[in-house]
């Protein structure tokens, strides 16, 4: 875990050939803030994180600070694929522990960095991986922390305007400020935070981050716009996908309940099929036929038109043709009226009883004698 820790600078000097020297604590004991964000946890607005002297002074820390090479604010972890592009100077070799500080001496070769110590820009910020546990814990002061250092190792060691140490991290007992660099209030012990932090504004939105945050933000939002992007397009059309992803699961959720809606128990299964079987037998009664494949109301027209023809339905409703159909399995189960069905197949009156046959018979029955 790559993090930033931070000192300032006095009792310089210019060498004969143009260099800067001086002298610095670089590293000290004790609780720094950090943001979530830089420490893994993003869910943490501050972590207070701890380091133990057993930490900071260990061996394997202490020869880190040599040798470290300096950059003109920070740039990630330097190496020596990059240092040639980045490195303004570098750390001595003579590191001491300072009471709770670790001092180092340093020098700046790069004119430009040099400028800018003198103009105002003397905080330093050490670039440092660390393993970090988390756990609550005490300080043996009293203090509380979110988490600790368990070891660190330098990469380097960075010009910055504002920087997480504070004015207690100095060399001598004065202060010698350059013309732009203001006094830092501190809180939670000394430990600042606010002037560490810068404001960027990202599609319209302020957001509070670290210098390397703001740095990170600014080279995106530059990437994008290089590329033709707007991000709040970009967000207008996402906003939009997931609300037309939304409105479709609706769409489905409603498609399912009226699906489960028309799901029949096996009740209504029985019935059903036993009013399918009656609704076949009767059509058959009035015309023997096949009857598969077809609904209900096509069942009953097969019918009424095997018996009457097509004329019989001709422009009817269906409710005409489910009338004619009862009327044609009315008369195919009244063994009376299908007697008396005349010779073309047309019924004769059927509340006669066969009067109209008797009177017919008593009408005709004088040709008989004639004969």
Known sequence: MLLHDSVSVSAVRRTTDGYLVAEARVARTGIQDYLGTEVGKPEMPIVRLYRPPEAVFAEDAMRSYAYRPMTNGHHGDVNAANWKQLAVGQTGAEVLRDGEFVRVPMVVMDAAAIQDVEDGRRELSMGLEAIVVFEDGLTPEGEPYDARVESMRMNHLALVDRARGGEQLRIGDQRSP???????????????????????LVDGLSVLTTD????????????????????????DAHTAAIAGKDRELAGKDNEIEKLKGQLLTDAQIDARVLARGDLIGKAKSIADADYSGKSDDEIRKAAVVAKLGDAAVAGKSADYITARFDILVEDSSDPVRTHLKAQDGQIQNPNDNGQAAYETRLTDAWKGGAQ
């Open 212 to 235: 390397q945050g703001a740095q990170a933000i600014e080279k995106l939002t530059k990437q994008l716009a290089d590329a033709g992007v707007n991000v709040k397009t970009l967000t």
């Open 178 to 200: 350059g013309p732009n660099t203001p006094a830092h209030p501190t809180h939670n012990g000394g430990h600042p935070m606010a002037d560490s932090l810068r404001t960027v």
